[in-house]
Structure formats: structure tokens, C-alpha cells
């Protein structure tokens, strides 16, 4: 009896789950699914989001999306070598390192808002501009980036580097031609959540790379990111749930895309090992 | 890097630490920026109640969700439903909060007016912080060695005394943190509380009340704040950021002291 009312409570909080999930999905179907059409993404936005589409919104956020990632991709790998390949794993600085980026993984995106409007916008008089708010976002996603790709080469089999060592190759090269080409699935999972976390993000971007809706021109314009008009839609135009909604669809449907891509990733990295652990 | 972050926001913060009384941020009897009352006791008890909100109903119903994972639900169901949680775990923000305002504040408005209130935002913030809960629990559990299950099998234990009695208090170190884990993200959000919560600065009397936390004082304001005030925005940045590393900091002394961590 007890064995059936245990089963049966689990069940009731997971389907709730589902549940709620579904409810989600739909009630976004609802208002914005009739709105949505490739029109409405190669369009321009007019009267303030109501009508049109949101082809300088697109347009901006992968633009802030390419500025995060010049900035984070080297940065993050440099720093990922480093921590993995260049000290031993219980160096001080080593680990002084690795508990700030932790502490900073847990930092209030608002936070990073606060500094990205003070530091690039203000101190470095970048202004409002997708230049500002995509420094803001790599400083965001860096530290998941950093611990995700060091995870990823420390996990390359060592013979791989005893080989390498054997071979006379310097370390500089050994690095570059083979450990972070197999740890490549690592990093690539690694690079696409952290692009999913920051396309997802608003907090971050509102004081930093605005909210003018015009076709940015450079990267020193203002534009406004996709989850900022959905925001911005929602909360400020009345009348404008339906465009928010449909704007929220083409979000939704962009980070599922990019998590299934992570996750697929991962698997045929996941199974490669298994083999190689097989092969040695 | 995390030095210069912290740096500009005490730059930023220090005319308001400096010139203003700093316990006049908890003394002063509100927010009036206008007028130079800077009391933020509204604000932070908000936040704190929306996050205690969340995390009393996500922790259970999360636990349960891995639990399930874990070991009732069948192997098909299984991949299906995790593949589900994860969907949920990468739901922006923003999406929710618009799911909030359009769907469920017109629910509750007509049954008690104004809808976006308190409970409210710590419900939906609950959908937010649940997968967390969910996939750290699931982790937990899956990392238990087999040996435990096996040697409660051979005892005779049934299966959902072995679960409450012996597997969760063994993982229950690595659970907890998650929690925490958790709690932190729940704090430190924005956008679900901005868009649900109604905004009204005042001290929190009932659970349908609209309130303004912390975070969402920030991003209201910070467009036309100037001096002092946009200096006490600053201090209430770096309350929070203290507050999240506090929790960060319990959750990975807690996790590192456990056994099966």
C-alpha cells in the first residue's frame, strides 16, 4: 500500500511537470503562432514592435552574439590551457583562479549588467552600443567556458602527451595540433551552451546595448536583442503580446536548436571515449 | 577579472557608502530616491520571500522528478522526460516571464486584483529554478555507488523505503547543494520577477500583494538614476552579489565535504 502511494505521488509531480511545460509551450502558440511567418522575419519592426517584423532585431543579436564570441573563443581557450596543460592542478594561483571564475559563474546576470554599463559603456565610453553589450556577455559566459573547455583537456588521454613529449614535439605545438583537436567536442559543447545562455539572456543587455530597434549600422551602434523586445513588447507597448510571443517562438525554437546541438555533441563525444578507452 | 568586476561596482557604490549613513539603507523607512530615503529593507525582504517561495515548492517537486528519473520511471519514458526538463532548463527567462504576464496574471486578476503579486512571481520562478534542482539531484543519485541499492535489496527493503531511508540521505550532501545552487539563481534573477511581481515598493503584507525585489529595482531605475541614487543602485548590486557568493560559497564547502559528493 505505502510501496503504491509512494509510486503514485512521484508520478502525480511528474507529470505536473509535464504538464506545466505543455502549458508553457501552449499558451506561446496561442496568441503567437498566427503572427509568425517568414515575413515577420524579414521585416523591419513598425509602431514600436506592433507591426512588422524583426529583421533589425535578428540582425543585432547576431551581431552582439559575434562580438561575444571573438571575444570569449580565445580568451577562454588561452585561459583553459593554461589552467589545464601549463600548471600543475594544486598551484595557488592555479586554484585561486579556478575558484573566482566558479564564484563568478554564480554572479547575478543584473550584476554584470550593473559593471558592463559602468566599465564599457561609461569608463571605456563605448556608450550604448552592441560593441558594450557583447564585451558584457563574453564576461558572462567566460567562466562556465573556461571550466567546460579545462574539463574537456584534461580529460585527452595522457598517452596522447607522453606521445607528443616522445615525438620532441614542443609543448606550444603539442597543444595545438593535438590536444585541443580532441578535445574539440568538448569545447564546441561547451562554446554552443554558453552562445544558448547568452542569446537567452536580457538583464545583461538592457543597459548596455540599448534599446533602439533601427537596423544597427556598426558595431558601435545601438541594437536591440531579441529577448530585450520581447521584454520590452510585453512590458512597455500595449498591444504588442501577440509580436512578443511570436518574437518568444523564434527564441525558444533558436536555443532548442543550439541545446540539441550541445547534447548531441556530447554523446558522440561521450561514446568516442568509451572507445578509446577500449582501443588503449 | 572577478577583481575588477567587484572593483567598478564598489566604485560605483562608494559616493552612496560613503556620504549616506550606510545602515540608513536599512533604517531609512523607504524608497524615495527623490527625496534621499534610501531604505531597501522592502526590497530585500521581497527578494528573499520570492526566493523562499520558490525553492519550498521547486525543492520538493524536483527531488521527486529525479527520483523518478532515477529509478520509477521506465527506461522509454526515462529519455523522453529528460530531454523534457532539459527543454525547461534552457527556457529563457524573458519567455517565462512573458508566459507569466499573458497567461497566468489575467488567471489570478480575476480572482484577486492585481494579480502579479508575490506568489506569483515565486511560482513562476519555481518553474525556473526546477530543472536545477531536478538534474543536481539526478547527478547526486547517479553517482551513489551500486553497491548501496544492491546491498538495501538484499536486506529485503523495499524499494520506496530503500529510496527515503538509504539513498537520499546518502546523496543527501550533493542534494542540499544543489538547493542552494538553486536558491542563488533564484535571488539573483530579473526578468520572471520584473515582468510578474508588480513592481510597488512596499513592505510584503500578503502573499497576493505586487512587490519589487532587488534585482528588479535595478533595472527599473538605472535608466534615469543619477548621483546618489544611481550610487545606491550600485549598493544594492553589491548586497546581492554577496548574498549569491555566500550560498556559491556554503554549496561547494558543503558538496566538498561530502563522501559521495
Same mark, same amino acid.
Given at each position: ?280 | ?16 557608502? *560613503? ?157 542540499? *547543494? ?57 549598493? *544594492? ?25
Amino acid at each position: 500500500m505505502a510501496e503504491r502511494l509512494f509510486q503514485a505521488g512521484i508520478w502525480c509531480a511528474a507529470l505536473l511537470v509535464l504538464m506545466v511545460l505543455f502549458w508553457l509551450v501552449q499558451g506561446l502558440l496561442d496568441q503567437g503562432l498566427a503572427k509568425l511567418s517568414v515575413d515577420f522575419l524579414f521585416s523591419q519592426p513598425q509602431n514600436a514592435g506592433r507591426d512588422g517584423g524583426i529583421s533589425s532585431i535578428l540582425v543585432a543579436t547576431l551581431l552582439i552574439l559575434a562580438v561575444t564570441l571573438l571575444v570569449a573563443l580565445p580568451l577562454g581557450l588561452a585561459s583553459a590551457v593554461w589552467l589545464a596543460e601549463f600548471t600543475a592542478t594544486h598551484n595557488f594561483w592555479a586554484r585561486k583562479v579556478r575558484l573566482a571564475l566558479d564564484v563568478m559563474a554564480g554572479v547575478p546576470s543584473i550584476v554584470f549588467g550593473l559593471f558592463g554599463y559602468a566599465f564599457f559603456s561609461l569608463f571605456l565610453g563605448m556608450g550604448f552600443s552592441i560593441l558594450s553589450g557583447g564585451l558584457t556577455l563574453a564576461c558572462m559566459i567566460l567562466p562556465v567556458f573556461i571550466r567546460t573547455c579545462e574539463i574537456g583537456l584534461r580529460s585527452v588521454n595522457n598517452s596522447w602527451r607522453q606521445g607528443a613529449a616522445a615525438l620532441g614535439m614542443p609543448k606550444i605545438k603539442a597543444v595545438w595540433f593535438i590536444l585541443l583537436p580532441a578535445a574539440l567536442p568538448a569545447i564546441s559543447a561547451g562554446l554552443i551552451l554558453g552562445i544558448g545562455r547568452a542569446t537567452a539572456e536580457t538583464a545583461a543587455l538592457m543597459f548596455t546595448s540599448g534599446y533602439v530597434d533601427r537596423m544597427p549600422g556598426s558595431v558601435m551602434d545601438s541594437g536591440r536583442a531579441l529577448s530585450v523586445h520581447i521584454y520590452d513588447l510585453s512590458m512597455n507597448v500595449t498591444g504588442g503580446d501577440a509580436a512578443a510571443q511570436a518574437s518568444a517562438l523564434i527564441l525558444l525554437m533558436i536555443i532548442m536548436v543550439l541545446n540539441m546541438l550541445a547534447y548531441a555533441i556530447t554523446d558522440l563525444w561521450l561514446g568516442r571515449r568509451v572507445l578509446n578507452g577500449f582501443a588503449n | 577579472m572577478l577583481a575588477l568586476i567587484i572593483a567598478v561596482i564598489v566604485i560605483g557604490a562608494w559616493p552612496a557608502l *560613503s556620504s549616506h549613513d550606510s545602515i540608513a539603507f536599512i533604517t531609512d523607512k523607504s524608497w524615495y530616491p527623490l527625496e534621499g530615503q534610501f531604505g531597501m529593507l522592502s526590497m530585500l525582504l521581497a527578494s528573499v520571500l520570492v526566493m523562499i517561495i520558490a525553492i519550498l515548492l521547486a525543492a520538493p517537486i524536483g527531488i521527486m522528478c529525479a527520483i523518478f528519473i532515477a529509478y520509477i520511471a521506465p527506461a522509454r519514458i526515462q529519455k523522453g522526460y529528460r530531454f523534457a526538463i532539459a527543454l525547461l532548463a534552457g527556457m529563457p527567462s524573458v519567455v517565462l516571464g512573458l508566459w507569466g504576464l499573458t497567461v497566468l496574471v489575467p488567471l489570478i486578476n480575476k480572482w484577486s486584483p492585481p494579480g502579479q503579486s508575490l506568489l506569483l512571481a515565486g511560482i513562476v520562478l519555481c518553474i525556473m529554478i526546477l530543472p536545477t534542482v531536478t538534474l543536481t539531484s539526478l547527478a547526486a543519485l547517479k553517482s551513489l555507488p551500486a553497491t548501496l541499492q544492491h546491498a538495501a535489496s538484499a536486506l529485503g527493503i523495499r524499494q520506496h523505503v530503500q529510496i527515503v531511508n538509504v539513498l537520499i540521505p546518502a546523496a543527501s550532501a550533493a542534494i542540499i *547543494s544543489g538547493v542552494l545552487l538553486a536558491m542563488a539563481r533564484a535571488l539573483g534573477e530579473t526578468m520572471v520577477v520584473l515582468m510578474v511581481a508588480g513592481n510597488v515598493v512596499q513592505f510584503p503584507t500578503g502573499l497576493l500583494e505586487p512587490v519589487r525585489t532587488l534585482t528588479a529595482n535595478i533595472a527599473l531605475e538605472m535608466a534615469y538614476a543619477t548621483d546618489l541614487h544611481r550610487a545606491s543602485l550600485f549598493v *544594492s548590486g553589491l548586497i546581492l552579489t554577496v548574498l549569491v557568493l555566500v550560498m556559491m560559497l556554503i554549496a561547494s564547502k558543503i558538496k566538498s565535504d561530502n563522501h559521495y559528493g
